[in-house]
């Protein structure tokens, strides 16, 4: 190093064009051509010098340049999708957790949305913690269906202990929800706006690498299609928003207490199932509308989306066991003959009328628990830890 700095001073001390050959000197012609590599190689050292000591200590640099080091890339870390329906009882709370790479950025990034929260109980005993045990720190979305309390008021006790993201926004059916103005969320203040059939909100990156939940349903209608009012406005049932989730070969629907045109008492319900149906098509898992009431789950429903794993979110609890019997004979019917359903998971026990027939009994699974479904889209998912299609 002290040779390095004397040969600084001594450059310094040069008259550069001259050392570089740029001005005729008053040496001899011989002696000039010996001088000039030895200048050369002077100045290299010396601008070599200037390098290192103007560079910041980063330690020695390694030569050859060593390849990046291989980081946990989409390249090497499928994306994956988690759909999570909580043990509410007779109530909905969803969560959809993406976990993904976003482009030219080795760091998993998540993203999450809750559909429905369950009652204000549910909430708080179930849904808050089930979200801190996921990790979940903000919602990037949170969804209400429509407005009966099992599915909307824990929605809204939910949104003030775990904050939406910064770009959140809480989507309801028509705006028609006051109460969620006057949430204290913990970062924001909440953003309301309602969703139209036909809208998307969009999870993840670029190309395929991304989750599309589409809204399909909402307040009666669809994108191309409207049920007939006849001047009075339809049951809040039948106005659910319903969504069709899909990643890459995955797809999944939900649609909160949706109806079929199955009777409610001594009523009809009005038919928005079977339009849906027609946009929506087949689906991987169905999240069974309305807790498996026949109100809802009508046949061509059921034929057109034909899932190979049914959900079914509703439980027996001391207060429904005798309003509710859930889900119906109808339903389980319906849902069993299905030619590729293979499974019908329940969160919560069973209330159905004389309960459950040898035939439901291959079928049915009540976890009386949540039920988590997960996929990278290749075709396979998991159910708990059940894997589909079955090795
Ligand atoms: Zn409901």
């Known amino acids: 190093m002290q040779g390095l700095i004397i040969s600084l001073n001594h450059i310094i001390s040069l008259n550069f064009p001259a050392a570089l050959g740029l001005k005729r000197s008053k040496l001899p012609r011989r002696q000039r051509v010996k001088l000039r590599p030895q200048l050369l190689i002077l100045i290299l050292i010396s601008v070599g010098f200037f390098c290192l000591a103007a560079s910041p200590a980063q330690g020695p640099a390694a030569f050859p340049p060593k390849s990046p080091v291989p980081s946990a890339s989409s390249t090497s870390t499928p994306s994956t999708l988690t759909i999570t329906h909580f043990n509410v009882g007779t109530g909905d709370a969803t969560l959809v957790l993406f976990n993904f790479y976003p482009k030219d950025n080795p760091n998993k990034t998540t993203q ?74 913990p970062v924001k203040t909440v953003e309301n706006q ?40 339809i049951d809040e049932n039948a106005q659910s928003l319903a969504f069709l989730i899909t990643f890459k070969k995955f797809s999944y629907f939900i649609g909160g207490d949706l109806t079929g045109g199955g009777k409610s ?56 066991d005798r309003l509710f019997q859930w889900p119906s004979r109808k339903v389980l019917d319906r849902l069993t003959k299905l030619p590729r359903l293979t499974a019908i ?47």
């Open 345 to 391: 998971y329940i969160t919560g026990q069973v209330a159905t009328l004389d309960g459950l027939t040898e035939e439901d009994k291959k079928k049915v699974k009540d976890v009386q628990g949540d039920i988590t479904i997960s996929t990278t889209g290749d075709g396979t998912f998991q159910v708990n830890s059940t894997s589909f299609p079955p090795k």
């Open 112 to 185: 999450s949305v809750l559909i429905d929260g369950g009652d204000v109980q549910a909430a708080q005993k179930v849904v808050i913690p089930g979200l801190r045990k996921a990790h979940v720190t903000e919602l990037k979305f949170a969804i209400a269906t429509h407005y009966d309390p099992e599915h909307r008021d824990g929605l809204q006790t939910v949104i003030t202990e775990i904050p939406m993201s910064m770009q959140g926004v809480v989507y309801d059916r028509d705006r028609g929800w006051p109460s969620i103005n006057d949430v204290s969320s």
């Open 194 to 233: 309602p969703l139209l059939a036909g809208s998307e909100i969009i999870l993840g990156g670029e190309g395929d690498n991304r989750v599309v939940i589409k809204c399909v349903a909402a307040n009666g209608a669809t994108a191309t299609w409207r049920y007939p009012r006849k001047g009075k406005d």
């Open 265 to 320: 008492g001594f009523r009809s319900t009005p038919d928005i199932e079977s339009a849906v149906a027609k946009e929506v098509g087949e689906v991987t898992v169905l999240r069974v509308n309305h807790h498996g009431s026949d109100t809802s789950s009508n046949q061509g429903f059921l034929a057109a989306l034909n899932p190979s794993v049914a959900v079914i979110s509703s439980g027996k609890t001391p207060l429904n």
